[in-house]
């Protein structure tokens, strides 16, 4: 399987702030990596497709770069909504995700 | 728009046999991949597998000789049943739909039905 590394695996950021997370995949995935978003109780919600395409209705604030096995999860002037766990998720082979950020409020 | 809705058990004894049912409104079977994913504290997110409206699956490799992916599209529901479960296999249970082009994204949740196998 391949294998996705998240870093940091938490942080503590306040609002308005500029969070980066980032995954490394174990192989070349080229631009087959999505990124979620999950709240607490609640099922991921879809937010970066194709390593850098916005899903629809997701703030812009939200983007995604990258390609083969390093790819970055960026969001800018965090707001009090996004304090939330990140997952990466590969499909360029068997499905797998990363083991999460957790993004919390400094 | 696109909702899912996880049904089934929510008890599953150990050695016994978990079924779930997803039920799919606002899009075509035709348009997706229909899949099943789990959660647990200790292992994350598992993709476990999934299947076109054809009826083709993948399953994840670990899981492949217990797990059963079945579709119905007349009745828009697809389910999962997994054998032999263990405390392993306690998770909460989602199903989704997965983009057949692009970056394979799961873009479409139910809201999640946990499963605990307990006796």
């Known amino acids: 399987d391949i294998r996705l590394t998240q870093s940091p695996s938490s942080l503590s950021a306040s609002v308005g702030d500029t969070v980066t997370i980032t995954c490394r995949a174990s192989?070349?995935?080229?631009?087959?990596l999505n990124w979620y978003q999950q709240k607490s109780g609640r099922a991921p919600k879809l937010l970066i497709f194709g390593a850098s395409s916005l899903q629809s209705g997701v703030p812009s604030r939200f983007s995604g770069s990258g390609s083969g096995t390093d790819f970055t999860l960026t969001i800018s002037s965090l707001q009090p909504d996004d304090f939330a766990t990140y997952y990466c998720q590969q499909s360029y082979a068997i499905i797998t995700f990363g083991a999460g950020t957790n993004v919390e409020i400094k | 728009q696109v909702q899912l809705q996880e049904s089934g058990p929510g008890l599953v004894k150990p050695s016994e046999t978990l079924s779930l049912t997803c039920s799919v409104s606002g899009a075509s079977m035709f348009d997706y991949f229909w899949a099943w994913i789990r959660q647990t504290p200790g292992k994350g997110l598992e993709w476990v597998g999934d299947?076109?409206?054809?009826?083709?699956?993948s399953y994840k490799p670990s899981a492949r000789s217990r797990v059963t992916i079945s579709v119905d599209t007349s009745m828009k529901l697809f389910s999962l049943t997994l054998k032999s479960v263990t405390a392993a296999d306690t998770a909460v249970y989602y199903c989704?739909?997965?983009?057949?082009?692009?970056?394979?994204?799961?873009?479409?949740w139910g809201q999640g039905t946990l499963v605990t196998v307990s006796s």
């Open positions: 299947i076109s409206y054809t009826g083709s699956v």
């Open positions: 989704a739909s997965r983009a057949t082009s692009g970056g394979g994204q799961l873009e479409h």
């Open positions: 192989q070349s995935i080229g631009n087959s």
